[in-house]
């Protein structure tokens, strides 16, 4: 089972329109980290969050941690065919490193 | 960040046959690297955590004797699929975690392992 609850699971949207994903847990991490993933490419970090309310804003893209450490988002504005893709999060144990992955939101833009 | 480098990238093989995964860490030193396997539109399965210098410890339901890890040196980890059958068909992917720091992880490109 998953520890991470990602949602939704999959999101198709035209482009230029904004869209948000969302990680939920009842566990408490160290960080969280989110990764996009082509098809047939591995996993590319996008950020990692470590501390309780923190915000990270990369261009279009908005992350943010919950202030328990339980939960973050991802908001996308003004989407673009480039965005597509698998986003995943991922929970993160300082203890030893393993992380522990939603099951990914599948995120089309349509041209 | 970390660059990570996998080969081969695709491989098809036979049934019965033994198939090496190798993981490489192009930057820096690697004490601990990860093993996953991901399925069609899935997300990632933890395999196991490889350590340099000693045994790989697997995570529950992974068979270690089918899936060999061996971290001889600080930029190379293994995983040899023994005895493949085709259920063990996937996208096996490794990760390493430069330490010193947040506990982020950065991947390879992946290996696409077909079992005929």
């Known amino acids: 089972t998953q520890l991470l609850e990602q949602s939704p699971q999959f999101l198709s949207i035209q482009e230029g329109e904004n869209l948000t994903v969302y990680c939920n847990s009842s566990?408490?991490?160290?960080?969280l980290q989110w990764y996009r993933q082509e098809p047939g490419e591995g996993p590319v970090l996008l950020v990692t969050?470590?501390?309780?309310?923190e915000v990270k804003k990369l261009k279009r893209l908005t992350f943010q941690f919950g202030d328990a450490r339980k939960d973050s988002s991802l908001h996308i504005t003004a989407a673009q065919p480039g965005d597509t893709g698998l986003y995943l999060c991922?929970?993160?144990?300082?203890?030893?490193?393993?992380?522990?992955f939603g099951a990914g939101t599948t995120v089309t833009v349509r041209a | 960040g970390a660059v990570v480098s996998q080969h081969p990238s695709r491989v098809i093989c036979k049934s019965g046959t033994s198939v090496k995964i190798e993981c490489r860490s192009l930057?820096?030193?690697?004490?601990?690297m990860f093993w996953y396997r991901q399925f069609p539109k899935k997300s990632l399965m933890l395999m196991a955590t490889?350590?340099?210098?000693?045994?790989?410890?697997?995570e529950q339901g992974v068979e270690k004797d089918k899936f060999l890890i061996n971290h001889a040196s600080l930029t190379l980890s293994t995983l040899t699929v023994t005895s493949a059958h085709p259920e063990d068909s996937s996208f096996y992917i490794c990760?390493?975690?430069?330490?010193?720091?947040?506990?982020?992880?950065?991947f390879g490109p992946g290996t696409r392992l077909t079992v005929l």
């Open positions: 566990s408490v991490f160290s960080s």
């Open positions: 930057d820096f030193q690697a004490t601990t």
């Open positions: 990760s390493v975690v430069p330490g010193g720091g947040p506990d982020t992880q950065y």
């Open positions: 991922a929970g993160g144990s300082s203890n030893d490193y393993k992380l522990s």
């Open positions: 969050v470590v501390t309780g309310g």
């Open positions: 490889s350590n340099e210098g000693s045994k790989a410890t697997y």
